[in-house]
């Protein structure tokens, strides 16, 4: 007999961003995908190609996602086709696709003697970004026909890059007990290993950073971590929390099954639990469908003109809820489920995507501060080199990438608004400009101080040259006659004052901070005569 609380099918898609250290330390732009796009034979990734460059591709579906952005959020997403001569300085998409389609289906033992769960795989995605050092894993996952309790634990352990504790059984804490990739033939590629308790301690010991499961880390192949053991030209660095994003699709056979408990757990992404029990207090989730839940096209009665779906957007979780006997609902073209993959999917990305960069834009200024030693020329010119390309890329990420605002369309625009009040993005936005800000000021004040010691030190030296140059003006008032020498002895005469006029100079620059400090004391009316020689004094006593 069918559970009451039924999911005929699900899709969820899992968003994980990394950040990929740069290939060249002198370049600003870092291109990885070019390096990721060679053909070679541990290589599964290839490029997608763009539907929007080809007449015969491009469906009206393609046509319904583009006209749901604003026109900056287009060129974004689709960069601006002018024939066939596309700059990427800023005609062409800054967004490039890698996939991979050797994995078919994730076998998933969601605890200790369970039955395997199938989930077959969509989509296995790699999104890089033009002069932002970061990848999005975008992993597109189907189930059909499976209890709500079934796909909520699917949703709640499956997308865990390493576990937070271990259980009593070994079982890595919130995570599968087991998760094998698998290939069309169903033979396994590769197999997790969260209960693996020694290798997870090794590597934070050593290495003071998480390490990911075995299978994720095959998943992002030939991709290795940057601190890892294995040899690889593109090396990433973690940047989330050991649970992906996710979005979910859900068509259920009667939503009006669902306990408000039921839309607070799949919100927040609970583990799924008996009954009406909340999962926090009354008190806590008192403002739930105010700051949750979006319910425009949210109804229990029996309005044909409505959707009846619900929107549950928290951040690092969207669930679109709605009933599967609509038909509009599971269409996967214009109806919701093709909003869902296309549109819902790009304002979820663009909203991570934001929030990846500004993460990765607060690490890598971290690191460079981090290296800074103020004493070592060597640390400086590495520091003002790091600054400035910092600075050149959160320009270009301000003014090419930064969106407040997507679309017109009140849907994806309040959606889109939700999402970003849950991830906060505007304070992280703004702590990393300052952040840029107070290094940039730092830079203008080094360069500041350094031109006025210049300054100083080309003021004493001149002060110091005024007497040589009145001496030796006076000199050449024909005072000795040496006009009817021979050329060679005026040529050594000329030799001998140039060379001592030189060291006078440079002798006079290497103790020009002390000699400053002598000019002081005699403009100060206050030194005695007495006190200002013995600073004369102190050139020569070091």
Same mark, same amino acid.
């Given at each position: 007999?069918?559970?009451?609380?039924?999911?005929?099918?699900?899709?969820? =898609?899992?968003?994980?961003?990394? #950040? @990929? @250290?740069? @290939?060249?330390?002198?370049?600003?732009?870092?291109?990885?995908?070019?390096?990721?796009?060679? &053909? +070679?034979?541990?290589? &599964?990734?290839?490029?997608?190609?763009?539907?929007?460059?080809?007449?015969? !591709?491009?469906?009206?579906?393609?046509?319904?996602?583009?006209?749901? /952005?604003?026109?900056?959020?287009?060129?974004?997403?689709?960069?601006?086709?002018?024939?066939?001569?596309?700059?990427?300085? #800023?005609?062409?998409?800054? =967004?490039?696709?890698?996939?991979?389609?050797? =994995?078919?289906?994730?076998?998933?033992?969601?605890?200790?003697g369970d039955e395997p769960v199938i989930l077959d795989i969509v989509h296995c995605d790699l999104y890089f970004f033009f002069d932002i050092d970061i990848v999005i894993l975008a992993l597109?996952?189907?189930?059909?026909?499976?209890?709500?309790?079934?796909?909520?634990?699917?949703? /709640?352990?499956?997308?865990?890059?390493?576990?937070?504790?271990?259980?009593?059984?070994g079982c890595g804490g919130h995570c599968p007990w087991k998760v094998e990739w698998l290939d069309d033939g169903g033979r396994v590629l590769a197999a997790s290993d969260y209960e693996n308790? !020694?290798?997870?301690?090794?590597?934070?010991?050593?290495?003071?950073?998480?390490?990911?499961?075995?299978?994720?880390?095959?998943?992002?192949?030939?991709?290795?971590?940057?601190?890892?053991?294995?040899?690889?030209?593109?090396?990433?660095?973690?940047?989330?929390?050991?649970?992906?994003?996710?979005?979910?699709?859900?068509?259920?056979?009667? &939503?009006?099954?669902?306990?408000?408990?039921?839309?607070?757990?799949?919100?927040?992404?609970?583990?799924?639990?008996?009954?009406?029990?909340?999962?926090?207090?009354?008190?806590?989730?008192?403002?739930?469908?105010?700051?949750?839940? #979006?319910?425009?096209?949210?109804?229990?009665?029996?309005?044909?003109?409505?959707?009846?779906?619900?929107?549950? %957007?928290?951040?690092?979780?969207?669930?679109?809820?709605?009933?599967?006997?609509?038909?509009?609902?599971?269409? &996967?073209?214009?109806?919701?489920?093709?909003?869902?993959?296309?549109?819902?999917?790009?304002? /979820?990305?663009?909203?991570?995507?934001?929030? %990846?960069?500004?993460?990765?834009?607060? *690490?890598?200024?971290?690191? $460079?501060?981090?290296?800074?030693?103020?004493?070592?020329?060597?640390?400086?010119?590495?520091?003002?080199?790091?600054?400035?390309? %910092?600075?050149?890329?959160?320009?270009?990420?301000?003014?090419?990438?930064?969106?407040?605002?997507?679309?017109?369309?009140?849907?994806?625009?309040?959606?889109?608004?939700?999402?970003?009040?849950?991830?906060?993005?505007?304070?992280? #936005?703004?702590?990393?400009?300052?952040?840029?800000?107070?290094?940039?000021?730092?830079?203008?004040?080094?360069?500041?101080?350094?031109q006025n010691d210049t300054v100083v030190r080309l003021t004493v030296v001149t002060t110091f040259g005024l007497i040589g140059t009145v001496v030796t003006g006076f000199l050449g008032m024909?005072?000795?006659?040496?006009?009817?020498?021979?050329?060679?002895?005026?040529?050594?005469?000329?030799?001998?004052?140039?060379? /001592?006029?030189?060291?006078?100079?440079?002798?006079?620059?290497?103790? +020009?901070?002390?000699? +400053? *400090?002598?000019? *002081? $004391?005699?403009?100060?009316?206050?030194?005695?005569?007495?006190?200002?020689?013995?600073?004369?004094?102190?050139?020569?006593?070091?």
């Amino acid at each position: 007999m069918r559970a009451e609380k039924h999911v005929r099918h699900m899709r969820q =898609i899992l968003l994980w961003p990394v #950040y @990929l @250290l740069p @290939l060249d330390e002198d370049a600003p732009i870092q291109d990885h995908w070019e390096h990721l796009a060679r &053909p +070679s034979p541990g290589n &599964p990734w290839s490029e997608v190609d763009d539907e929007f460059g080809d007449p015969n !591709e491009f469906q009206e579906r393609h046509y319904n996602e583009f006209a749901t /952005f604003l026109p900056p959020v287009q060129r974004f997403l689709y960069g601006q086709g002018i024939g066939h001569a596309v700059k990427r300085a #800023y005609g062409e998409s800054p =967004i490039r696709v890698m996939r991979r389609k050797d =994995i078919s289906k994730a076998r998933v033992v969601l605890e200790k003697g369970d039955e395997p769960v199938i989930l077959d795989i969509v989509h296995c995605d790699l999104y890089f970004f033009f002069d932002i050092d970061i990848v999005i894993l975008a992993l597109e996952v189907a189930l059909d026909d499976a209890p709500l309790d079934l796909a909520q634990k699917v949703l /709640f352990r499956f997308g865990r890059a390493y576990p937070a504790y271990w259980e009593g059984d070994g079982c890595g804490g919130h995570c599968p007990w087991k998760v094998e990739w698998l290939d069309d033939g169903g033979r396994v590629l590769a197999a997790s290993d969260y209960e693996n308790k !020694e290798k997870f301690l090794t590597y934070v010991s050593k290495h003071r950073a998480a390490c990911v499961a075995s299978h994720w880390e095959y998943l992002f192949s030939p991709l290795v971590l940057y601190h890892s053991d294995k040899p690889g030209l593109l090396r990433y660095r973690q940047l989330e929390y050991y649970r992906m994003p996710y979005m979910v699709f859900l068509g259920l056979e009667d &939503p009006n099954a669902l306990t408000r408990a039921d839309h607070i757990r799949l919100a927040l992404s609970n583990e799924p639990a008996g009954g009406a029990e909340l999962p926090y207090s009354e008190d806590y989730l008192g403002d739930f469908e105010e700051r949750y839940c #979006y319910d425009r096209y949210f109804n229990t009665g029996t309005s044909e003109r409505l959707t009846g779906s619900r929107f549950l %957007a928290a951040g690092n979780t969207l669930a679109v809820l709605g009933d599967s006997n609509d038909a509009f609902f599971l269409n &996967p073209h214009g109806g919701m489920l093709g909003r869902f993959r296309h549109q819902h999917f790009l304002m /979820f990305l663009i909203a991570h995507f934001q929030k %990846a960069a500004l993460r990765m834009f607060s *690490d890598r200024l971290v690191a $460079a501060v981090s290296r800074l030693d103020v004493t070592d020329e060597r640390t400086n010119r590495i520091f003002k080199r790091d600054t400035r390309h %910092a600075l050149e890329n959160f320009l270009r990420f301000a003014h090419r990438y930064w969106f407040l605002e997507i679309s017109n369309q009140a849907q994806t625009r309040e959606l889109f608004a939700m999402i970003r009040e849950h991830l906060n993005l505007d304070a992280l #936005y703004a702590e990393v400009r300052e952040e840029l800000q107070d290094m940039g000021n730092f830079l203008d004040v080094e360069a500041m101080r350094k031109q006025n010691d210049t300054v100083v030190r080309l003021t004493v030296v001149t002060t110091f040259g005024l007497i040589g140059t009145v001496v030796t003006g006076f000199l050449g008032m024909n005072l000795i006659s040496w006009a009817d020498e021979p050329a060679w002895w005026r040529a050594g005469v000329f030799a001998c004052v140039f060379v /001592f006029a030189a060291a006078l100079t440079l002798y006079t620059v290497t103790k +020009s901070r002390r000699l +400053s *400090d002598f000019l *002081d $004391a005699l403009s100060d009316d206050g030194t005695s005569w007495k006190e200002a020689f013995r600073i004369l004094g102190r050139v020569w006593r070091g």
